[in-house]
């Protein structure tokens, strides 16, 4: 399987958001995370209010199991909505996401890319600022 069969395969699983109707998910008790790693972040900008939790840990914190869960994750009362930079990795992890029970995952087409271009709020990232810390 290639990583596009393997790509669509994942995005297959889950109805994926664009960036206006994730603000709009978000605001009826979905969370955003933002799963770019800190130097994008720091070069690109925050979303506010996303909670930043890198590519690299997100399993251990998403999954409720696990002690290193991240509580906020457990208590949201919507969908739990991925955002990387442009909506390729995010599909990936939305869908090992559900591999974990967390069916509630979804992403942004195109990440962060289609939140900016939407004209959605982003803000320059301040001193040693984590989002969502």
């Given amino acids: 399987m290639s ?5 669509e395969v994942a995005r297959s699983r889950f109805s994926r958001l664009t960036a206006l109707r994730a ?12 799963i770019r790693c800190a130097c994008q972040q720091q070069r690109d900008g925050l979303v ?20 290193w869960r991240d509580p906020r994750l457990a208590e949201c009362r919507g ?17 090992s996401l559900h591999d ?7 992403d942004v087409i195109d990440g962060f890319e289609g939140w900016r271009a939407a004209g959605l709020p982003v803000h ?6 984590r989002p969502g810390e």
């Fill in 3 to 7: 990583v596009d069969e393997l790509l």
């Fill in 48 to 67: 506010p209010g996303a909670i930043g939790i890198e590519r690299n840990v997100l399993e251990w914190r998403a999954d409720p199991r696990s002690p």
């Fill in 79 to 95: 969908p739990l909505i991925l955002m990387c930079a442009q909506g390729y990795q995010s599909s990936l992890a939305a869908a």
């Fill in 23 to 34: 603000e709009h998910a978000r605001a009826r008790g979905g969370i955003i995370i933002d």
């Fill in 100 to 106: 974990l029970g967390i069916t509630t995952a979804t």
């Fill in 124 to 129: 320059a990232w301040v001193g040693n600022e």
